[in-house]
């Protein structure tokens, strides 16, 4: 069943239940603050916030964001934002580009490869981004 995304309210919840198996609910709020301009969407500790002023976060986003929510919890959720930006500058000094360097860490190249998949969490291992920290992605925009 497909969620109907056209007449979203400003805080809309989706049952995390058909992307992750868990029984679980995902938080998004539409706002005009967070993300800052340029990005869709950000995940804060489980809570999706997403731009007002941009179209309703689609299934693969929230997807997508349904496997950072899963990498958080992995990594006691401090972990994952140290490593997150720890990796970010890393990757940022190896491509040379700020953008090419977010594309890369580890946990967004095994979200974007994954976020079609709407069984990903289900049949995911525990750790499994840290199989992507090795592979070099073209990314596709
Ligand atoms: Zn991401």
């Not at 941009?54 to 006691?76: F, K, V």
């Not at 976020?115 to 525990?126: A, G, H, I, Q, V």
Request: net charge positive; proline share 3%.
């Amino acid at each position: 069943m497909r969620h109907e995304l056209q007449n979203l309210p400003i805080i809309a919840i989706f049952d995390l239940q058909k992307f992750t198996g868990l029984a679980d609910k995902m938080k998004i709020i539409y706002s005009t603050l967070l993300p800052v301009k340029g990005f869709r969407a950000i995940n804060l500790f489980g809570i999706v916030f997403a731009r007002k002023d941009q179209p309703a976060l689609d299934e693969h986003i929230i997807n997508h964001e349904s496997i950072h929510t899963r990498q958080m919890l992995e990594l006691g959720v401090i972990g994952f934002y140290l490593w997150y930006v720890a990796e970010w500058i890393i990757r940022w000094i190896q491509y040379k580009d700020r953008y090419q360097g977010y594309r890369n860490i580890g946990f967004e190249r095994e979200a974007h490869a994954n976020d079609n998949d709407f069984s990903y969490l289900e049949k995911r291992r525990t750790f499994n981004f840290l199989g992507y920290l090795k592979n070099k992605i073209s990314p596709r925009c």
